[in-house]
């Protein structure tokens, strides 16, 4: 709190607003309250728009060598269905362009883990995810188990880039500064297996035109992958190819922001 507040008096002698300016920041905060309610958080949203999010994430990221996090976001859900390795998350006649998912889970020296859980959710081509629409299905959501040799495929649709809810006070602000409010293209994944830090992270997709201007700030190299032609024998428009490094310690799984 002594930081917070000689900080925040620094920052006021710095720029020396008016009482008006004053004004409209006590109402800009208080606007984040009233915004917020137990299915859409405005407070989280502009930590998310102003980088405190991923800074936050970043000093408590895992060890070097394991693959680096990205934010859980608003859209992660407890109890998403076990499903075969080769299965698709994607319910019979969802729209978008088929993707392969496939790899490994490994340990910071390459060996496999056995029976790593990959949880995994995306936005459909639309840009919403299952539990945005009025009944949610559990659509483009679920989870594997590796094999073995921390091995890991399945089956869905490519995501796209959607933008982030303007509607509220966080949203203005942003266009206000002439900033993109949209997410380039990812896939969410959380790997969890006893023994290792859980990671949350997103995989991206590197044609996506706002991957260098991500309104969260999410975006960084290792977590760019490569979505390619598929052989005519997998019968799907694309794969992608993508490992999963895990450090070790203890496996914690987050609080999730929708039950």
Known sequence: MYSLVTHLHAFVREIRPTVEEWRVGIEFVTALGHLTTVDHNEVILVSDTWGVSTLVDMINRSSDGATESALLGPFWKEGAPFLPLGASIAHDGTAGTSVLVSERVCDR???????????????????????????????????????????????????????????????????????????????????????????????FSPDDPYLDKDVTFSVVQGLIGSYETAPSHLDRDEIIQFDFTLAEGISILPDAPIG
């Not at 790593?116 to 483009?140: C, H, K, M, R």
């Not at 942003?174 to 006893?194: F, N």
């Not at 290792?196 to 997103?202: A, D, E, G, S």
């Open 109 to 203: 020296n390459g060996a496999g883990i056995a029976d790593a859980v990959i949880d995994v959710w995306q936005t459909d081509d639309s840009g919403f995810y299952e539990n945005q629409y009025p009944e949610t299905s559990g659509n483009l959501r679920g989870r594997f188990k590796a094999d073995g040799d921390g091995r890991y495929v399945f089956r869905t649709i490519k995501p796209v880039s959607y933008p982030m809810p303007a509607h509220g006070p966080v949203g203005m602000l942003t266009l206000r500064q002439k900033r993109s409010i949209y997410r380039p293209t990812h896939l969410h994944a959380m790997i969890s297996a006893p023994g290792y830090h859980t990671l949350v992270t997103q995989i």
